[in-house]
């Protein structure tokens, strides 16, 4: 017969519930002096996070919040290899060199040009790559042209839009950036005014293909035909990266047609998330250059590779290779069907949804799923209720569902709207539950006894990407 007192060769027969560690706390900041069993450590750190929510109910992140059981698999025996050891791993090198040229026929790169580009850790890496690029590019040409590189700060221009990404890579690198103001007419880059923000210290323009705050596009046919307008009449050249964060993935397949990519001549690189439309979880990010001629040799390292040398771009260095192996699956999965398929759905999806809260008097649709398959729409002016979008983010909280309430960017900070991201694990069966506790949530705030706002301040409610 089993008694009390339990050897650490029989703490497999404790039940979880019934051990010790359930007892007492375990230390939070600091190590504990002995180890405990790997089942007690995994029930103890699920616990912790039982209370976190759902990440499928998440409609506020744009990243990947499911993928199939046989892609975790790939994704979890992979997760040993660091990429940067090409020579170690040369079969998962030549994977992401095949992800590279898929990436760059998907974004219509020319064969007559050498193209090149890498994986990084989400867009941001991809941003902070493309922006090093465009100045290290603009400081060898104006000093050919003679410019004094100290009387002025190198700048970028850019929508006030912009992801915060690009707000860093200006702090790092001591450039100036010159946001464009959105305003009513002008949700997304307006093309009217951009170019007087261009002189010859400005090292490029960023195009955003799908604002975050928004799902807009900037016009960028139209801005690349201005670029080429104002080279041909200055030597001091200028060219656009495009962020294309979250649409890189999903306008090629949903809007073949529309040229904001390599078709471009002006576009010299683009970026985006494979872990947005690309479908893979977080942690995977792609950049390509359109030439070789666009970025800088001293950007570019070499490692030894099969007896050769392989370029290596990337800013992070060791780093698990599994979001990469998932890319790759998704794209052998998939194929072009697969992802037209998904995307469409999700279209489908977001335009129900849309068309679900325009029924609502209380909404004015700010974005119906143009562009991106998102939903974003603000109280009426003429809305005389006591609750506001930030109570509304509170309600559908308790059941689960997170969308975020905040403003928009400079000289439209008075308007708060709400939206909701649509992913791909996103169906019309969660789609109708949704409006169910929507509809609920409304009645419940329209009969509530209780509603008390101390200011009329203007905040950021779960939007931080």
Request: glycine share 6%; proline share 3%; net charge negative.
């Amino acid at each position: 017969m089993l008694k009390g007192n339990f050897s650490k060769e029989n703490e497999q027969f404790v039940p979880i519930f019934g051990s010790k560690n359930e007892e007492i706390g375990i230390p939070k900041y600091k190590l504990r002096k002995n180890p405990i069993s790997s089942e007690a450590a995994y029930r103890l750190i699920k616990d912790q996070m039982s209370d976190e929510g759902n990440s499928r109910l998440n409609l506020a992140t744009f990243c990947q919040t499911y993928m199939e059981p046989e892609a975790i698999k790939l994704m979890s025996e992979s997760m040993d290899k660091n990429i940067i050891d090409k020579s170690e791993y040369p079969r998962t090198a030549e994977i992401e060199n095949r992800c590279v040229n898929i990436i760059a026929n998907l974004w219509n790169a020319s064969k007559n040009e050498e193209y090149l580009g890498t994986s990084t850790i989400g867009s941001s890496e991809a941003c902070m790559l493309g922006g090093m690029a465009m100045k290290f590019s603009w400081e060898e040409r104006a000093k050919k042209l003679g410019l004094d590189l100290t009387k002025h700060k190198p700048n970028l221009v850019i929508s006030s839009g912009y992801q915060v990404c690009w707000e860093k890579f200006c702090t790092y690198w001591d450039i100036e950036m010159r946001t464009v103001p959105l305003d009513e007419q002008h949700q997304s880059l307006n093309t009217d005014i951009v170019m007087d923000y261009v002189n010859e210290y400005t090292i490029g323009i960023v195009g955003i293909l799908g604002i975050t705050y928004t799902g807009r596009y900037d016009d960028l046919k139209k801005l690349d035909a201005l670029v080429e307008k104002h080279n041909e009449n200055t030597e001091y050249k200028v060219y656009i990266h495009v962020d294309a964060a979250s649409g890189g993935f999903y306008t090629p397949f949903m809007e073949p047609e529309l040229k904001w990519d390599f078709r471009l001549k002006n576009v010299i690189s683009i970026n985006s998330s494979g872990h947005k439309y690309g479908l893979v979880y977080p942690g995977i990010g792609w950049i390509l250059w359109r030439d070789k001629k666009h970025l800088p040799e001293k950007l570019i390292f070499k490692v030894s590779y099969l007896g050769g040398e392989i370029p290596t771009i990337a800013i992070n260095f060791s780093h698990s290779a599994s979001q990469l192996i998932g890319q790759y699956y998704n794209f052998i999965r998939f194929g072009e069907k697969g992802y037209f398929d998904i995307q469409n759905k999700t279209h489908s999806v977001a335009r129900y949804l849309a068309n679900e809260i325009s029924k609502f008097k209380e909404f004015e649709i700010i974005n119906d799923a143009s562009g991106l398959p998102i939903v974003c729409y603000t109280l009426t002016k003429d809305f005389n209720k006591q609750w506001t979008l930030y109570d509304l983010a509170d309600r559908l909280l308790m059941k689960g569902w997170q969308v975020p309430a905040y403003p928009l960017p400079e000289k439209l900070n008075n308007t708060v709207i709400q939206r909701l991201v649509i992913r791909a694990d996103l169906g019309m069966n969660m789609a109708q539950d949704f409006v169910q506790d929507f509809k609920e949530a409304i009645s419940e705030l329209d009969k509530a006894h209780i509603l008390f706002h101390d200011d009329s301040q203007t905040k950021k409610y779960g939007f931080t990407h």
